[in-house]
């Protein structure tokens, strides 16, 4: 049964380029981990500071295994490095941040034609 992690993160708006410029130079990083099954960086587009980052992964082992990762590790480490440098701010993007957890239980798709 997949998993999925959202990790909730409180963006000042002065941020929100900041932190989705972080994103893009972190992609490519958690796609081989064995387990993954997708992600997505979720934009407020209802006037709330909260951004969404979703995880799926194949299982809970799976999810522990990749934040244990050299990889993982890397990513992280060079963001906070990165965030000094260039047009970016300096120190995290968010003020705030909590993990959700939900196992899948029922899933639809479209169906095709």
């Known amino acids: 049964m997949s998993v999925v992690k959202i990790n909730v993160l409180t963006v000042d708006p002065a941020m ?3 932190l989705e410029r972080r994103f893009a130079g ?21 006037g709330t500071d909260r951004y969404l980052v979703y995880t799926r992964w194949r299982s809970e082992d799976d999810f522990r295994a990749w934040t ?14 990165e965030s000094g440098h260039g047009h970016g701010h ?3 993007a968010s003020s705030a941040a909590e993990q959700w957890s939900f196992e899948i239980i029922e899933t639809a798709a479209p169906k095709n034609a």
Not at 26 to 46: M, T, Y
Not at 68 to 81: I, L, M, P
Request: proline share 5%; net charge negative.
């Open 90 to 92: 300096g120190g995290p």
């Open 16 to 18: 929100r380029d900041e």
């Open 68 to 81: 244990e990762s050299q990889a993982f590790q890397r990513g992280h480490a060079r963001a906070a490095a």
């Open 26 to 46: 972190r992609a490519g990083l958690v796609e081989s981990a064995d387990g993954f099954e997708g992600f997505e960086l979720l934009r407020p587009v209802d």
